[in-house]
């Protein structure tokens, strides 16, 4: 069954650093391209970036660039966004989410709040 | 960057009546390969966004033949017939053709 399970939100002060993390099970995880989806508290969908299967393409939302870096190691199944420079406006569950596209198979998400 | 306008966005529907979910966007949506990437999702209470529609009118697999997906150019439909309790929540349309992907504002649907 298709998986993927985020990890590494959590409460950081405003200007700090967070990493997440999610790991893909049974989606055939190394030939996708894919994507974090974020949502603030009580609000609608938003992109943030996408990242082709070699991780040599990233795209990025106007809002996180040079802020936010996508990543991915496929040997471990596992995609990641590091956030630096983070803002309150960050705040939101992430969600990792397979093919860009079409958005196939999401995580359950992992919750950034960004306060001080 | 692509707008899409959903309507309405506050959804009042009684059991076993149908609902229609309107989604505008402001350029058409047919991809270089040909296909229109318009999809639909559904958010229960609580939950993580599921796709209900993928490429305007495919029905995912385990979505109940109550939902459908219809349209053309700029403009594009959700329909879902016989409502029943389990379809209480929001519900998206995205668009994956023109980067940045956009989605719409959300239709809260309740019974």
């Known amino acids: 069954e298709a998986q993927m399970v985020e990890s590494g939100g959590g409460l950081v002060q405003p200007g700090g650093s967070l990493r997440l993390s999610c790991v893909a099970s049974?989606?055939?995880?190394?030939?996708?391209?894919m994507t974090w989806v974020r949502q603030a508290p009580g609000k609608g969908l938003d992109w943030v970036a996408n990242?082709?299967?070699?991780?040599?393409?990233?795209w990025y939302v106007d809002s996180v660039k040079g802020r936010f870096t996508i990543s991915r190691d496929n040997a471990k199944n596992s995609l990641y966004l590091q956030m630096n420079s983070l803002r309150v406006e960050d705040t939101a569950v992430y969600y990792c989410?397979?093919?860009?596209?079409?958005?196939?198979?999401w995580g359950q998400g992992t919750l950034v709040t960004v306060s001080s | 960057e692509v707008v899409l306008t959903q309507s309405p966005l506050s959804l009042p529907v009684t059991l076993g009546q149908s609902a229609s979910i309107s989604c505008r966007s402001s350029?058409?949506?047919?991809?270089?390969?040909?296909?229109?990437?318009l999809n639909w999702f559904q958010q229960r209470p609580g939950q993580s966004p599921r796709r209900l529609i993928y490429?305007?009118?495919n029905r995912d697999s385990g979505v109940p033949d109550r939902f459908s997906g219809s349209g053309s150019g700029t403009d594009f439909t959700l329909i879902l017939n016989r409502v029943e309790a389990e379809d209480v929540g929001v519900y998206y349309c995205?668009?994956?053709?023109?980067?940045?992907?956009?989605f719409g504002q959300g239709t809260r649907l309740e019974i």
């Open positions: 990242i082709n299967p070699a991780g040599s393409d990233k």
């Open positions: 490429k305007v009118s």
């Open positions: 350029q058409g949506l047919v991809y270089s390969d040909g296909d229109t990437y």
């Open positions: 049974g989606v055939n995880f190394s030939v996708y391209w």
């Open positions: 995205m668009q994956g053709t023109h980067w940045p992907f956009t």
């Open positions: 989410v397979r093919r860009p596209r079409d958005l196939d198979y």
